[in-house]
């Protein structure tokens, strides 16, 4: 089993930044693929970021150069460094993870078998 915990949403002006992170706990947290989503109101959920079990990281192109993922080890974290933010970016974002081989492709929510409970993101104009 694995329990995943996100932080660090707020509010924040167009070109700002903010970096969420997401804790994991349950197990060793080197053997797991993890995984950003974001959902806007009446949007369906879309892939942001995900970094596998080898550290192999990819990139939704809507935030890509502006995105960072990365992760810690050591601490059982997983963060996004968000930054040029816009409105457009505006979400709750979601922390997600799966301890076996990807079931389905890596930008596909249905791969990943553990889910946090968001946190909110706003980006005013």
């Known amino acids: 089993q694995v329990q995943l915990v996100e932080s660090g949403g707020g509010l924040v002006q167009t070109g700002g930044s903010l970096r969420l992170s997401c804790a994991a706990s349950?197990?060793?947290?080197?053997?797991?693929?993890m995984a950003w989503f974001r959902q806007a109101p009446g949007i369906e959920r879309e892939f942001v970021a995900t970094?596998?079990?080898?550290?192999?990281?990819h990139y939704a192109d809507s935030v890509k150069g502006r995105f960072t993922l990365s992760r810690d080890n050591a601490k059982n974290t997983v963060y996004l460094q968000m930054n040029s933010l816009k409105p457009e970016d505006t979400a709750i974002y979601y922390c997600?993870?799966?301890?076996?081989?990807?079931?389905?492709?890596?930008?596909?929510?249905?791969?990943?078998?553990?889910w946090g409970q968001g946190t909110q993101v706003t980006v005013s104009s």
């Open positions: 970094a596998t079990r080898f550290r192999i990281i």
């Open positions: 349950g197990r060793t947290f080197s053997s797991l693929s």
């Open positions: 997600a993870a799966v301890d076996s081989p990807y079931s389905a492709p890596y930008y596909a929510d249905r791969a990943y078998d553990y």
